[in-house]
């Protein structure tokens, strides 16, 4: 019999190392996790790691071979900024990685006829609002609305959504309920902010940049104009709704797409929770025009009552508690030593 294991890709990104700390307390779950890095090395002891390529089908065909997967955790990607840089490349993973892992998952489902479960996050770039009146008047857009993402990124992720849907319920058109879909479940993530990690080619990375920065003593000129407003959420959450996620019961779900939200801030409102805490941090604002037009195209925030409704999101941290409990006294720790 093969052995029952849990996959998560893009595991050296930033939800892929908090997420692998904390599937890796769960008892009895052998973890394989994927990265085309390496995993820091007091995380690399809790898991089976493989440095691979997402696009490379033989090391799945592999694995398949050894493992039943149950669960995949899909996150490898390339970030909204990198993305534009190179489009063409990030396509290719977005896409092509995440098609070829529906693809594995869906055949797995079918051969064992038991749903493998795919979680996927997804992303606030999924939106496109149009322009900043529409965004005014549209604060928290319901997760069908406003889909007209203006970057490759936000275009591959809505289309990873749409391949999710195809794959677990269309399949082949097979029926509906047949036993043998896969189980695909998807939240959209705000920007995400951890004390640990610091994000590297997403848009909303300024939030997390001027708190690292102010942590550290370094000036730092912030992207996006002040008043550029976005949501965000501490990274515990986002690992904590991804578990959750899923292991909601199948029936209590009446969506496969949710979106989820912590607190909604202004580039200047990030500014003052930073200085509260570290009130000699210097930070200016020096609009990039590029990476102000997606954060201009992004919602200012979600809404999130789905998720809250049918499997119980409820986010730990607000913004006063993301700092002060969980960002601030971690990220000097992590400087001071
Ligand atoms: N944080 C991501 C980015 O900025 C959005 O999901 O690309």
Redesign the pocket.
């Known amino acids: 019999m093969r052995k029952k294991a849990t996959l998560i890709t893009g595991a050296a990104g930033e939800v892929g190392q908090a997420l692998v700390e904390r599937v890796s307390q769960q008892e009895n779950t052998h973890i394989i996790s994927m990265d085309i890095k390496p995993l820091p090395p007091e995380l690399d002891s809790k898991v089976q790691h493989i440095v691979g390529d997402i696009l490379d089908k033989s090391l799945f065909n592999r694995l398949v071979s050894e493992y039943d997967i149950t669960h995949i955790y899909h996150l490898a990607a390339l970030?909204?900024?990198s993305a534009e840089y190179q489009p063409m490349l990030a396509h290719d993973i977005n896409v092509g990685g995440t098609m070829q892992l529906l693809q594995l998952a869906a055949e797995q489902s079918e051969w064992k006829r038991n749903p493998v479960k795919f979680i996927f996050p997804s992303?606030?770039?999924a939106f496109g609002m149009g322009s900043l009146e529409n965004k005014a008047a549209n604060p928290r857009p319901q997760e069908w609305e406003w889909n007209n993402p203006i970057t490759m990124?936000g275009c591959n992720k809505l289309y990873g959504e749409t391949l999710g849907i195809y794959y677990s319920n269309h399949y082949k058109q097979l029926a509906d309920d047949n036993p043998t879909m896969l189980d695909y479940r998807c939240v959209r993530?705000p920007?995400?902010i951890s004390a640990y990690t610091v994000?590297s080619g997403?848009?909303?990375?300024y939030g997390p940049e001027m708190l690292h920065a102010a942590a550290q003593g370094k000036p730092y000129a912030c992207f996006v104009r002040e008043s550029a407003a976005i949501s965000f959420m501490a990274m515990p959450d986002a690992v904590t709704s991804l578990i959750q996620v899923a292991s909601a019961p199948r029936e209590k779900l009446k969506h496969q797409i949710y979106n989820i939200t912590a607190f909604s801030l202004s580039a200047e409102e990030f500014a003052e929770y930073v200085k509260k805490h570290f009130p000699d941090a210097e930070i200016t604002y020096e609009s990039d025009i590029n990476r102000q037009r997606i954060i201009d195209s992004w919602p200012i925030d979600m809404n999130d009552d789905a998720a809250r409704r049918d499997w119980g999101w409820n986010p730990d941290y607000d913004a006063e508690r993301a700092f002060s409990e969980y960002l601030v006294p971690n990220i000097r720790k992590r400087y001071e030593s």
């Open positions: 970030l909204s900024t992303s606030v770039a990124y993530f920007g995400l994000p997403g848009t909303s990375d």
